[in-house]
């Protein structure tokens, strides 16, 4: 039986005797070591986090499950959230299971097909907001405040609570703090969470130092790293397509007391570094998941030292939510062919020009 995130560390949450101890299997992702990308980067021990693997395929459940218990503990009648596709795929899974009405914003034609898919089968009240993700924010932000619905974006402080638990689960895995960890930033939350878990254990005992932030804007919506909000943000990752993230002053704080960076990939590092991902680690993820390994690959290329660091990129969202993007974005050849053994064998002895990519 799976202990899930309120179980496993209900003593580092805000947990009270009339808090619903509910999960859906969310936590307990797993951690795995590079086998390929780490030693062509001269890193000896580079790490997965797998995000991908939580119920709703996202980080986001970790947060959600903390945001669902205490509303439901507060007695409130409804969540709601803005999203980029994943935040709202989890809320309506943890709306649904625990019966509680669930509406979430999203921007109109911007979000994943998988994730639309998840917030309507999990039968969800959907929104599409003729704008960006910032827009709706705003929107459910005002809603909230006059109305007595629980808002579960992650300026729902029990959100960044629950996803501190992935900080957690690596120093547990690893017996100490990593001394690097490479993260996407979209809204921010999940840095900040990040870096309080990590903070509130190394204050505990459980480990001997904390780790350098590193997180990563693309290019085209990288108001942290331009310092002022990006009116109409841009980028294939559509996960962190936002221009204006509440969480941004603790991002800042995150990098600042890590000694971190905060960070731009462009486009076209993210794409090289999610087909690298899936076809030499196995690994495949969303795009603005992939943005933390593209801004590993960048910081390398600058000459970053990774001798003898341990280092963790952090997964974000499994690639199955937006399976359009890796038919479009990912050179790989497909044979058609007869149901016909000569043909099969014709295939595959005919030499094909790129059978075999070398360049990822
Ligand atoms: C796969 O779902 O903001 O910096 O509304 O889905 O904590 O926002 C998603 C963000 C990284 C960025 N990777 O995390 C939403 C939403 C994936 C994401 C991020 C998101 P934050």
């Known amino acids: 039986m799976v202990e899930g995130v309120l179980r496993k560390y209900g003593q580092f ?11 859906l299997g969310e936590g307990d992702t797993p951690l ?14 580079l790490y997965f986090k ?27 009648k409804a969540i709601m959230c803005a999203s980029t596709g994943n935040t709202s795929a989890s809320a309506a899974a943890y709306g649904g299971r625990f019966n509680i009405s669930t509406i979430v914003l999203v921007p109109k034609g911007e979000i994943a097909s998988g994730k639309l898919a998840q917030a309507m089968a999990y039968g969800a009240k959907i929104l599409a907001v003729n704008g960006s993700f910032d827009h709706a924010l705003s929107l459910v932000r005002t809603f909230t405040n006059n109305h007595p619905i629980t808002l579960v974006n992650s300026v729902n402080p029990n959100r960044i609570e629950g996803q501190k638990t992935a900080g957690f689960e690596i120093v547990d895995s690893l017996g100490d703090a990593p001394d690097y960890v490479f993260i996407p930033v979209g809204n921010a939350g999940n840095i900040t969470a990040y870096t309080k878990g990590f903070v509130e254990y190394h204050a505990l005992g459980f480990s001997s130092k904390t780790p350098k932030m590193m997180g990563f804007q693309a290019e085209g919506a990288a108001p942290i790293v331009l310092g002022h909000p990006v009116s109409n943000p841009k980028t294939v990752a559509s996960a962190i397509r936002i221009g204006n993230p509440a969480s941004w002053e603790s991002a800042l704080a995150a990098r600042d007391q890590s000694g971190g960076v905060i960070d731009t990939v ?3 590092q993210i794409l090289a570094a999610y087909s690298l991902l899936a076809s030499r680690e196995g690994i495949f993820c969303e795009p603005a998941s ?27 969202g499994t690639g199955l939510k937006d399976p359009d993007l890796a038919a479009r974005s990912v050179q790989s050849e497909i044979i058609e062919i007869e149901p016909d053994i000569r043909e099969v064998e014709a295939a595959l002895m005919t030499p094909t020009k790129h059978s075999r990519r070398e360049d990822g």
């Open 290 to 316: 992939a943005a933390a390994f593209a801004g590993l690959v960048k910081l390398r290329q600058l000459g970053l030292g990774l001798a003898n660091q341990r280092v963790v990129c952090i997964i974000t």
């Open 13 to 23: 949450l805000p947990v009270s005797s009339s808090t619903p101890m509910i999960t």
């Open 32 to 45: 795995v070591k590079s086998t390929r990308l780490g030693n062509e980067l001269g890193c000896d021990e």
């Open 266 to 268: 462009s486009d076209e």
């Open 50 to 76: 797998l995000e991908g693997c939580n119920p709703t395929g996202s980080f986001k459940d970790r947060g959600m499950v903390v945001a669902v218990a205490k509303a439901l503990e507060a007695g409130s």
